[in-house]
């Protein structure tokens, strides 16, 4: 946000105790009763949107009491990356959000980057923002077809896998695989843009508002869809900033915060795009929020393609940066830095950093303490899903069971990045 | 607008689909290509006259993030020569199992004596079967050349060789 858009923003505190319930926020004690049953929800079941497990105790169908419990993923992604030098890290973070891959990779390698003091060319740079924001499509349509099977409704669910599709085409076209792909690597990306990726990517940026538009004539004036999402999850604006939202499950909630204009990184102060909010900071906001906000990614998509900045890809790094092939036949010098990258891999002075992005489900940081060595002293995520899945209880207590499923479903909670 | 008209046009979405054609790929007998930057089965490389590319440095095991590669080296003989350096690799194993498809090791190897194929339709009825040996990557069999693959051009040739994407 500039100065003047903060001015506009709602006055909020930043911190409001009375409204976070105490002393764990993901928990809320039933009260006292006789007729109360208590149940698992979860694990395993389809609409927790992986392994998330609920506690719920029910009053007949009423949600009275609720602890959201975590960590049936947890696979000590942080403690991996402890154990990897710097560069065999980068195929790590992707796999955390695996719907956000592509997110997760800029943080770490920011971070990195950021440690080693490396310069990113031009050109890498409105390719990683192009492709930070296919990502954002990628998760958002799998949240939008989610929501709709949710609620019984496979049609969306179909047609939103039928885009993502076209997204994961484009990342196997340049990077080599349809997700988790280390595209981004220390001073800039693997390789360049193959030459067919401008007319593909243009097709797909014309394309794809045209099936929003489908989407939207779907939803958003659907009565069912209106019924089920409407008023369900509210939260207002100073709550959300109390119980650490961000990303679209706090912009539905009316305060325009977004890292991409707040903080920008990459290219994005060179990009023209809105930034999409709510105003009621219900389940139908944000999923509002998150549709409308495909049509600004493609707005950004699209002057990537066109702004496109000639030049090379990869920074010129001796240090940290593995030489160019060809000179690994001809110059000896070369050949010993590849094999002291790749087998020691570069020291990092003892320093520390957080460094964030806008992932799809909002600030997604990377904190890293390096002690000197060529391996992370300590690497710690922040992880968007994990703080949003605390505001479930306050969200779904004294409503319907049915309507769990919607709050859950709108928080847009990733497990596997929530445990990592 | 009234609800009435709302969910009609939700329901014209859904009957138009009824006249667009599928976009469904009928997997096993139709195989889409893959691109050709597609990372798939390795494969392990020969010089024309024959002699294995690979000269058992290991540097791939040591550039691999999922710890899957095992090289055993061993000395050329005079009368057993695998490679023309001084050293082979005896043993080559990658555990498939395990392998997440990074390329590190493709862009490890200087001698670019192992590369990624195009081949993903890798299910075994068995794990041990996944720990492939290197005559198995050296000389994949049929069932490792069916994958059709796109035109290196457009989709592979740097864009900026002839100008600016
Ligand atoms: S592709 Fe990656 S994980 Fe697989 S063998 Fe090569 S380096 Fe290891
Ligand atoms: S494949 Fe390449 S990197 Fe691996 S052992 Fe052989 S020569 Fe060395």
């Known amino acids: 946000m500039s100065a003047t858009e903060h001015a506009s923003a709602p006055v909020v505190p930043l911190w409001q105790p009375a409204q976070v319930p105490s002393p764990t926020p993901s928990k809320i004690d039933p009260p006292e009763g006789e007729d109360l049953i208590t149940v698992n929800f979860g694990p395993n079941h389809p609409s927790t949107h992986g392994v998330l497990r609920l506690i719920v105790t029910l009053d007949g ?3 009275v009491g609720l602890d959201a419990d975590i960590g049936y993923v947890h696979t000590g992604f942080e403690k991996n990356f402890e154990q990897k030098t710097y560069w065999k890290g980068i195929p790590y973070a992707p796999r955390m959000d695996y719907l956000a891959f592509f ?91 193959p030459r067919g990726f401008y007319a593909e990517a243009k097709r797909f940026c014309h394309d794809v508002p045209l099936r929003i538009d489908e989407y939207l004539d779907l939803v958003a004036g659907n009565s069912v869809w209106r019924d089920r999402y ?22 539905a909630s009316g305060v325009p915060f ?32 998150r549709t409308k906000e495909m049509y600004e990614s493609v707005k950004i998509i699209d002057q990537c393609l066109e702004g496109m900045p000639s030049g090379p890809v990869m920074a010129d790094d001796r240090k940290h940066v593995l030489p160019p092939r060809h000179e690994l036949q001809t110059s000896m010098e070369s050949l010993i830095h590849h094999f002291k990258l790749v087998t020691e891999g570069f020291r990092v002075k003892a320093n520390q950093i957080y460094y964030t992005v806008e992932s799809p489900r909002g600030e997604f940081g990377c904190f890293l303490v390096s002690d000197g060595g060529p391996k992370p ?29 919607v709050v859950v479903g709108s928080l847009d909670g990733v497990m596997g990045e929530a445990d990592r | 607008m009234s609800p009435v008209t709302d969910n009609l046009k939700g329901f014209s979405v859904t009957f138009r689909h009824l006249f667009r054609k599928p976009v469904t790929q009928q997997f096993p007998e139709y195989k889409r290509p893959v691109y050709p930057r597609f990372r798939g089965r390795h494969r392990l490389h020969r010089h024309e006259n024959g002699l294995e590319k690979c000269v058992g440095c290991s540097l791939c095991a040591a550039a691999c993030p999922a710890d899957c590669i095992r090289v055993v080296a061993a000395e050329n003989t005079p009368e057993e020569r695998y490679s023309p350096g001084e050293r082979y690799a005896r043993i080559y194993e990658i555990n498939m199992s395990r ?67």
């Not at chain 1, 990779?105 to 980057?113: I, W």
């Not at chain 1, 707040?262 to 023209?272: F, I, R, S, V």
């Not at chain 2, 050349?145 to 002839?162: L, N, W």
């Open chain 1, 230 to 251: 409407r008023g369900i999850g509210t939260i207002d604006a100073a709550t959300a900033i109390a119980m650490g939202l961000s990303g679209p499950n706090l912009r």
């Open chain 2, 99 to 165: 392998c997440i498809f990074c390329g590190y090791c493709e862009l490890a190897c200087p001698f670019d004596a192992i590369t990624l194929g195009h081949d993903y339709e890798l299910a075994e009825m068995s794990r041990d079967a996944l720990v492939y040996t290197k005559q198995m990557l050296l000389e994949p069999g049929p069932e490792a050349r069916r994958t059709p693959v796109a035109p290196v051009d457009p989709y592979d040739i740097p864009a900026q060789e002839d100008g600016p994407a």
């Open chain 1, 61 to 63: 169908e009423v949600v």
């Open chain 1, 377 to 405: 002293w300590r690497i710690h995520f922040r992880a968007p899903s994990f703080v949003s899945l605390q505001s479930t209880a306050m969200m779904a207590v004294n409503r319907y069971i049915a309507d769990l499923i």
């Open chain 1, 258 to 289: 977004d890292l991409r204009r707040a903080e920008p990184y990459l290219a994005y102060d060179k990009m023209d795009f809105d930034i999409v909010t709510g105003e009621r900071g219900d389940a139908f906001d944000r999923l509002m929020c």
């Open chain 1, 103 to 193: 997110a997760n990779e800029l943080a770490y390698v920011g971070a990195v980057e950021r440690l080693i003091e490396i310069e990113v060319p031009e050109r890498a740079q409105w390719i990683r923002t192009l492709f930070a924001e296919l990502n954002r499509i990628h998760s958002h349509l799998i949240f939008l077809g989610t929501s709709g099977v949710e609620l019984g409704a496979i049609s969306l669910f179909f047609y939103c896998l039928r885009e993502r599709d076209r997204v994961l085409d484009l990342f196997e076209m340049v990077t080599g695989v349809r997700m988790h792909d280390r595209y981004p690597q220390f001073g800039g990306v693997a390789e360049d843009l």
